[in-house]
């Protein structure tokens, strides 16, 4: 009995802590690691930049309101042509006999006349003939405009659907498009809509032309905000003496709204929401070591860095790197501090 005494109590004296070895021996959670940067607030140029596709500024579907069969047509695709300018000539034999109609209506209106004069007929059968003249006038005037087509712009031929001895159908016979200016049209935020006023200058980027930029007008401004979308629609013309800049191509339009001071962040900063698309940024609190999860909006991309419009404070400290590891009001180890 003392031999086996003294052999459990020699046991315990070599681990006088017992159980709790394993506990102090297991290390303290490690905190993730970050980088962050002091940010603040700059003066940020306002300007925006939208896709657009270049778009004649107006655009004539040349045909007749009324079937006939084409006589004629004087241009072909790619064709310039003046305003006013004959295009095509449909089968004009109804315009022959009507001209006739005509003559024979004016003598005998002639006649009814001087009967009147002389006592011999009435004003009611002058007025009668007079009337059936002036409709017949009319149908001429209208049977012509639709047998002889003009040009109602001066511009070029786009499109043409037929070839003389067809009849005239659906489609119309010419397609004529105004190609200076030609025209583009955005859609702006409507928290722009203050800024943007008719007259105002913007500039065009093409990558047709890439080392080139134009000059545009804001042409007109349509007078109502898309509720689904806010925005509101912008026309801006182009000059286009020399119709370089062809309906179809692609189009960058700048818009400069001056200037406004906005907190401007690295684009490390930001992070997207897995499943929608919101951003955030982690905020650093030196006075416990933890961040918070900062929804914000960003504003325009500058170089490698984002104004932020709203969600970041001027002067906060703000996380680059190790965002993987974090959550809102966790505690991080700064490994690395930026200044702004």
């Excluded at 655009?59 to 790619?78: A, E, F, H, Q, W």
């Excluded at 004003?123 to 639709?146: G, S």
């Excluded at 650093?284 to 504003?299: A, C, D, I, K």
């Amino acid at each position: 009995m003392i031999l086996s005494l003294g052999s459990c109590s020699s046991k315990s004296d070599s681990n006088p802590s017992g159980g709790d070895e394993k506990a102090a021996s297991k290390p303290a959670e490690e905190l993730p690691k970050v980088e962050i940067s002091q940010v603040g607030m700059q003066t940020v140029p306002r300007t925006m930049e939208y896709t657009a596709t270049v778009e004649a500024f107006k655009t004539n579907n040349i045909s007749s309101s009324t079937p006939g069969r084409i006589k004629s047509i004087l241009v072909d695709v790619g064709s310039k042509v003046a305003k006013g300018q004959r295009v095509a000539v449909l089968d004009d034999v109804n315009i022959d006999q009507l001209k006739v109609r005509i003559d024979n209506a004016q003598r005998e209106y002639d006649r009814a006349v001087k009967l009147l004069e002389i006592g011999g007929g009435t004003q009611q059968a002058v007025d009668q003939i007079k009337t059936e003249l002036d409709a017949q006038r009319r149908q001429y005037t209208n049977l012509v405009e639709n047998t002889i087509l003009v040009s109602p712009i001066a511009g070029v031929v786009t499109a043409r659907n037929y070839d003389p001895g067809d009849m005239t159908g659906s489609l119309p016979i010419l397609t004529i498009e105004q190609v200076n200016p030609v025209k583009v049209i955005v859609n702006v935020s409507e928290s722009e809509l203050p800024y943007v006023k008719e007259g105002m200058n913007v500039l065009i980027k093409t990558d047709v032309y890439s080392e080139e930029t134009f000059t545009g007008t804001v042409h007109l401004i349509h007078p109502r905000v898309d509720a689904s979308t806010r925005t509101f629609t912008v026309e801006v013309t182009i000059n286009n003496p020399d119709q370089r800049i062809v309906p179809g191509m692609f189009a960058r339009v700048i818009m400069n709204f001056g200037e406004s001071n906005h907190v401007v962040v690295p684009d490390r900063a930001v992070v997207k929401q897995s499943g929608s698309g919101n951003k955030y940024v982690y905020v650093y609190n030196p006075s416990n070591s933890t961040v918070s999860y900062n929804r914000v909006e960003l504003g325009q991309r500058i170089d490698d860095a984002y104004e932020i419009i709203s969600g970041v404070p001027d002067n906060a400290m703000v996380v680059i790197t190790g965002q993987t590891r974090l959550a809102d009001g966790a505690k991080v180890e700064v490994i690395k501090k930026s200044d702004k």
